[in-house]
Antibody, heavy 121, light 108 residues
Framework: EVKLVESGGGLIQPGGSLRLSCAVS????????MNWVRQAPGKGLEWVSV???????FYADSVKGRFTISRDNSKNTVSLQLNSLRAEDTAVYYC???????????????WGQGTLVIVSS | DVQMTQSPSSLSASVGDTVTITCRAS??????LNWYQQKPGIAPKLLIY???TLQSGVPSRFSGSGSGTDFTLTISSLQPEDCATYYC??????????FGQGTKLEIK
């Protein structure tokens, strides 16, 4: 059974840092593209970051230079380091696996339950 | 970035009805379009990928169509459990994926 479990969310002051983790079971993180997607309260979905199986990383412009995605192959986890947090970073953060077809089609097929980050003084 | 615009933002329908949600891309994205369903407090669930391919386990009353810039999600024979918010997502401009703003479906 595939399972993704996020942790690490919480209340943090503006300018602070937080590290989110996503523990995966049922597939190997290092063989997959792993993403973070966030959702501000009452708002829509926003893609945040991805780490490719080859190790390349990419970020949304809104978080570039502040967030860092990484993985721990020994623990089969993906992490997102959040620095210089702003009020607008308040959201539920989901990790999601990106399923990729040889045709180039991709989609997010497995999601975690999400972890809530609140940036407030 | 590819902008995705959904309409309507919300709609209300009765059990047994057929509803259609549209999604328009700011540029051609071929058929690189996915649809997700999200219920309150729960992660999104993939319904349809590649514009019209039903994800395994998803009821056949869900269907998708379109290519280029205009896409539709159709739910036929609406059921109470279809009450949710629906999002389209383009996977053409990798990895800068973008979602539509969502369509909230209410069951009367």
């Amino acid at each position: 059974e595939v399972k993704l479990v996020e942790s690490g969310g919480g209340l943090i002051q503006p300018g602070g840092s937080l590290r989110l983790s996503c523990a995966v079971s049922g597939f190997t993180v290092s063989n997959n593209y792993m993403n973070w997607v966030r959702q501000a309260p009452g708002k829509g979905l926003e893609w945040v970051s991805v780490i490719y199986s080859g190790g390349n990383t990419f970020y949304a412009d809104s978080v570039k230079g502040r967030f860092t995605i990484s993985r721990d192959n020994s623990k089969n986890t993906v992490s997102l380091q959040l620095n210089s947090l702003r009020a607008e970073d308040t959201a539920v953060y989901y990790c999601a696996r990106e399923n990729i077809y040889s045709s180039g089609w991709t989609h997010f097929d497995y999601w975690g339950q999400g972890t809530l980050v609140i940036v407030s003084s | 970035d590819v902008q995705m615009t959904q309409s309507p933002s919300s709609l209300s329908a009765s059990v047994g009805d057929t509803v259609t949600i549209t999604c328009r891309a700011s540029q051609s994205i071929s058929s690189y379009l996915n649809w997700y369903q999200q219920k309150p407090g729960i992660a999104p669930k993939l319904l349809i990928y590649a514009a019209s391919t039903l994800q395994s386990g998803v009821p056949s009353r869900f269907s998708g169509s379109g290519s280029g810039t205009d896409f539709t999600l159709t739910i036929s024979s609406l059921q109470p459990e279809d009450c949710a918010t629906y999002y389209c997502q383009q996977s053409y401009s990798t990895p800068q994926y973008t979602f539509g703003q969502g369509t909230k479906l209410e069951i009367k």
